[in-house]
């Protein structure tokens, strides 16, 4: 258990506050929140109760296991059965207007659009919850489709959702983040939509 007083650290919910519900259609938040600190507890527990029944979520996850962990989380939550099958479990996409996708699903997606296979429509989203982003980064080096993940959900402007950057290491991609930003201002498109930043503190 971290101890948050010693490690002058944050939760997400208490460094975020009531923030959430003046965040608008357009804008993007960033959370530099280390491991420990709530934020799967502030996604579940706080922006999941906040949507409209017709609203839609897409979390974006970079570990299997973790996107496993999301899922039986929001079951437990929702008081659905789990599956005891792991390709059962691996096989739900959406649980109640929440769809839990990897950032390789979004990179394979990408690449077939861009091949005129399918469409991907982010449009259908209100929320973006890009968990754990240093994936970009991270995973860059071994895996030759993050550029296609990195083009749609950091250099791609979502109009119609609310985007949510989470990282302990937000730093190194917050230069994209904030150019992508800046671009749709400087280009004069009557963007009124805001860059918020939160941290929770970090402890390395």
Not at 112 to 139: A, K, P
Not at 144 to 154: D, G, K, R
Request: glycine share 6%.
């Amino acid at each position: 258990m971290i101890n948050m007083e010693k490690l002058n650290l944050k939760w997400v919910s208490e460094t975020i506050g009531e923030d959430y519900k003046n965040w608008r259609k357009g804008d993007i938040v960033t959370i530099q929140a280390q491991t420990g600190t709530g934020k799967t507890y502030f996604v579940k527990n706080v922006l999941v109760p906040y949507m409209d029944k017709y609203e839609h979520m897409l979390i974006v996850s970079n570990r299997v296991n973790l996107k496993r962990q999301i899922k039986i989380d929001l079951l437990n939550k929702l008081g659905k059965e789990i599956p005891k099958d792991l390709k059962e479990l691996d096989n739900i996409k959406t649980i109640n207007g929440i769809t839990i996708l990897a950032y390789h699903q979004i990179a394979y997606l990408r690449n077939r659009q861009d091949n005129g296979l399918d469409m991907l429509n982010l449009n259908y989203y209100d929320y973006i919850v890009c968990d754990e982003c240093h994936w970009f980064l991270s995973d860059a080096s071994f895996t030759n489709l993050t550029e296609l993940a990195w083009e749609e959900l950091i250099r791609t402007r979502h109009r119609n959702a609310i985007t949510i950057y989470i990282s302990a290491t937000i730093e190194d991609i917050m230069p994209t983040i904030e150019g992508t930003y800046n671009k749709y201002v400087e280009k004069g498109s009557g963007l009124k939509n805001k860059l918020y930043k939160y941290t929770t503190g970090i402890d390395y």
